[in-house]
């Protein structure tokens, strides 16, 4: 059974409104959630991180939101731009290993 | 190397063929991951190798998969007698071991087509 939900897998918004990606997780034992963003015929690109301690992490335009009561967490882009369509994937990294587990992924599409 | 490098970065073959996958990581890193993402599918882990540790192999779907890591750098992913189930993107990543959320830095992958 997957630890790591992303349940839309796409999503559509408009140039300078806000995306918002969501993730549902079930193990409750983790040291960080990870944000990446993946273009392609591109790896994976690392955007932002969470720690289990913290309920909110912002850089720049990306900010993570963590809601450990709700095992969820979501990643706010603002404003959101074309160059941000991409696959987002959210990814745990739980004390009892050291991979990440990864969810499906949701492809976000920014349109003029 | 500045990045993690993969080759080949396409590879179409025959069903029952082996195929060889080269990773060659960031220099430095010692840890090293193999995943996959089939068509429509998220990240499958595969297998992690950290230092001189035993690998991480939990992840690896059959015995027909098998990856080394020789002298803690390059990697080679290998599949003996791919079947069509076995297509999908090949992403080796890796990272270093340190403080903070664990960043694994991706290669761009190789694509795998088994026909």
């Known amino acids: 059974d997957q630890q790591v939900k992303q349940n839309s897998p796409s999503l559509s918004v408009q140039e300078g409104r806000i995306s918002i990606l969501n993730c549902d997780y079930t193990?409750?034992?983790?040291?960080?959630f990870l944000w990446y963003k993946k273009y392609p015929a591109e790896g994976p690109t690392f955007l932002i991180s969470?720690?289990?301690?913290?309920d909110k992490n912002e850089d720049g335009r990306f900010t993570v939101f963590l809601n450990k009561s709700a095992k969820h967490l979501s990643l706010h882009i603002v404003p959101s731009q074309p160059g941000d369509s991409a696959v987002y994937f959210c990814?745990?990294?739980?004390?009892?290993?050291?991979?990440?587990?990864f969810g499906k992924g949701t492809s976000l599409l920014v349109t003029p | 190397g500045a990045g993690v490098s993969q080759s080949p970065s396409n590879k179409v073959t025959e069903k029952g063929k082996d195929v060889e996958l080269r990773c060659d990581p960031i220099?430095?890193?010692?840890?090293l991951y193999w995943y996959r993402q089939s068509l429509g599918q998220g990240l499958e882990f595969l297998i992690y190798?950290?230092?001189?540790?035993?690998?991480?192999k939990s992840g690896l779907p059959s015995d027909r998969f098998s990856a080394e890591r020789t002298g803690g750098s390059v990697s080679t992913l290998t599949i003996q007698r791919t079947q069509q189930e076995d297509s999908a993107v090949y992403l080796c990543?890796?990272?270093?071991?340190?403080?903070?959320?664990?960043?694994?830095?991706f290669g761009a992958g190789s694509r795998l087509t088994v026909l």
């Open positions: 990543a890796s990272s270093s071991r340190g403080t903070g959320a664990n960043v694994l830095t």
């Open positions: 193990n409750s034992m983790f040291d960080y």
């Open positions: 969470i720690s289990s301690i913290k």
């Open positions: 990814a745990e990294n739980s004390n009892s290993g050291y991979a990440l587990n």
């Open positions: 220099s430095g890193h010692t840890a």
């Open positions: 190798f950290q230092g001189n540790s035993a690998p991480d």
